[in-house]
Each structure stands twice: as structure tokens, then as C-alpha cells.
């Protein structure tokens, strides 16, 4: 079964690498650090405000701290999210792109091909890249085709898929003084209706414009941090964001479980679950999270 999203809409599809570069080139020089990640954060006693250790044994104070780092967070801990280990799927995929020296000849379009418990996904980047993914469950045989074989092994990614369960965002309160998380810290899906991405740019447009507005409404930039308006601001953040997530990441967590089951009756029970909450499989593509 061959389904082509996107023919009539729009999609992107980006290079991580290449993201990256274009946030940091528009930071102003020195903004950014390397080679320290954040091994805790805790609340100073005194000060109120958070303190983050980093691996490299300093201590940084800051006055508010946005945790964006990803699956494994250790921000996100602090919010009683499920600590040790995210929940693992058993699906597991395997990603990349590959380059057609002479050009490829599919179509400008997102197709995914479903087989039993195996997807493939593909969607060309330029006349000669495509990016394609594999999931299935994970299993100690391979097997190779030749899109995959032809794929860079520096362009090679396999990746154990973890979930933060979609209970996670109701259930908890996800600002802690001034901290707050977004991206995957917040709500890891897993790739399965592909928006982890895309629902943590909407974040930044989100927390983003909360500030804005807060900071030009009070005219206080630097003492409104201090006083208070960052909590105020996480916390139309946190509630903007939350049906939102919460409703991709149950999605996500429909599909994903359908894919990983192999229990008819379950996927069955899936089935008819997403027949009535998700009767739009592509629901998610007409959310608007307004502009900046
Ligand atoms: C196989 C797969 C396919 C996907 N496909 C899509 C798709 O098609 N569309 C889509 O929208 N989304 C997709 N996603 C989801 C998307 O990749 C994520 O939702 C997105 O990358 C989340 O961004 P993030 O910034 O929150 O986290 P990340 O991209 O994980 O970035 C976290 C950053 O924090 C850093 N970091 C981690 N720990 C620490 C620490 N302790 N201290 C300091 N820094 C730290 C990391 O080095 C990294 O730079 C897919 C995910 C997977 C696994």
C-alpha cells in the first residue's frame, strides 16, 4: 500500500546540519557553546533562580532556562516527567539520504509504503537527494535494498524510538520557577506521524510571542525577569501548547503502537480508536500556531 502526501500541500524536508547553521550564523558571535552539556539543574535555595552544572565541572546561573535538549533531557527531569528512561517502542528505524549522482525519478511528494510492520518513507530533498526511513521491529537480521545500501554510512542513522506517553502533558506541570522545556524534552512522539519537528518550531513561535508580548505590554525587559513575568510567560506557554501536543503526541502514539503490535485484536482496538478520534489522518497539517 502506497500513500503520497503532500502533492497538493506543502512539505519540507531539511538537513539537520543545515538548520543548525542557519539558526547559529543569525546569533550573535560567542552566543553559542560547545563541548559542555548540562549534567543537572537545580534550584538555587537562595537566589530562586536555576542553576545548571555542566560536564565540564563549571556552574552556570542563569535567570531562566528553556530546556530544548532533546529526548534524553535531563532539564526535563526536574518536572517529574518519567526520569530514567523514556518508554521505548520496539519499532526502530533506520534513516538517511541518499545521493543519485545522475538524479533520481521520483516525484516531488512524501510517500509512505506500509507493509505488515515495515514502513518505508521517502521524499526527494533536491533533483539528486532523497531522504528515506525504514521502520520496523527491531529484529538481530537485516536485510538490504538498494536505496539503503547506496546510502553514505556518514548519512546513516538507526535510532531506538522513545515516547514520552501523551498522559505526560496533561498530568504534569511543566514550568518549575523559571524554567520550562520545549522541542522533544517536552513531548517526545516518536517519528510516527512525523511533527516532532515541526510541533517544536511551533514551540519557539509560541514561547517566543508570549515574551514579546508580556515584555512590550510591561516595558519591563530586564526587571520583568526578575519579577516574575517569565513565570507569567511560561505559563500561557505551557498552556497554549498543551491540548495541542497533547492530541499529536496521542497520534503518534496510536500509530506508533500499531506498528509495534502483533496483536490483531489490538490493532483493531487502534483502528477503530483513530477512525473516531482521527478521522483526518492529516488533521494536524491545518493547525495554525499564528505568527510571531
Ligand atoms: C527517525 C525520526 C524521524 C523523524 N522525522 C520527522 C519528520 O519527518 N518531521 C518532523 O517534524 N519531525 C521528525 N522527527 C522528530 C524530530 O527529529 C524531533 O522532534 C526534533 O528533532 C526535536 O527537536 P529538539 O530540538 O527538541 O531536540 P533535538 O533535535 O534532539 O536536539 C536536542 C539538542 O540538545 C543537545 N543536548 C542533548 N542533551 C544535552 C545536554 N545534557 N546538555 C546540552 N545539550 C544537550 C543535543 O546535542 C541536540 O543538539 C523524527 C524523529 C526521528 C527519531
Given at each position: 500500500m502506497e500513500f503520497p502526501f503532500g502533492v497538493s500541500r506543502e512539505f519540507r524536508c531539511l538537513k539537520r546540519s543545515d538548520l543548525m547553521k542557519a539558526m547559529a550564523d543569525n546569533l550573535p558571535t560567542g552566543t553559542v557553546r560547545t563541548n559542555c552539556r548540562v549534567h543537572s539543574i537545580e534550584i538555587d535555595p537562595v537566589t530562586h533562580y536555576p542553576q545548571l552544572r555542566l560536564s565540564n565541572g563549571s556552574i552556570l546561573q542563569a535567570k531562566v532556562v528553556i530546556g530544548c535538549d532533546g529526548v534524553n533531557s535531563s532539564i526535563a527531569n526536574m518536572f517529574g516527567l518519567h526520569r530514567t528512561k523514556l518508554l521505548l517502542f520496539s519499532t526502530c528505524v533506520a534513516r538517511g539520504f541518499t545521493n543519485y549522482p545522475n538524479?533520481?525519478?521520483y516525484a516531488s511528494e512524501f510517500a509512505v509504503i506500509c507493509k505488515a510492520q515495515v514502513q518505508l518513507g521517502r521524499i526527494p530533498i533536491s533533483d539528486k537527494l532523497v531522504y528515506w526511513f525504514v521502520t520496523r521491529l527491531r529484529t538481530p537480521q537485516e536485510e538490504a535494498v538498494d536505496m539503503i545500501r547506496n546510502c553514505k554510512l556518514s548519512y546513516l542513522h538507526?535510532?531506538?524510538l522513545k515516547y514520552r506517553p501523551p498522559w505526560d502533558l496533561v498530568f504534569n506541570n511543566l514550568?518549575?520557577?523559571t524554567v520550562t522545556i520545549a522541542g522533544d524534552a517536552m513531548h517526545a512522539t516518536g517519528p510516527f506521524i512525523a511533527q516532532g519537528g515541526s510541533a517544536s518550531i511551533e514551540d519557539a513561535i509560541v514561547i517566543a510571542r508570549c515574551l514579546a508580548q508580556k515584555v512590550h505590554n510591561a516595558k519591563k525587559v530586564e526587571t520583568g525577569i526578575n519579577n516574575g513575568v517569565a513565570k507569567e510567560v511560561?505559563?500561557?506557554y505551557v498552556k497554549e501548547r498543551r491540548k495541542r501536543l497533547f492530541w499529536l503526541s496521542l497520534h503518534s502514539f496510536l500509530v506508533g503502537k500499531k506498528l509495534d503490535t502483533k496483536s490483531?485484536?489490538?490493532r483493531f482496538i487502534i483502528n477503530?480508536?483513530?477512525?473516531?478520534?482521527?478521522?483526518?489522518p492529516d488533521w494536524h497539517t491545518h493547525y495554525h500556531c499564528q505568527n510571531l
Open positions: 538524479g533520481h525519478q538507526l535510532t531506538e514550568r518549575n520557577g511560561f505559563d500561557e490483531s485484536i489490538v477503530a480508536i483513530m477512525s473516531v478520534l482521527f478521522k483526518d
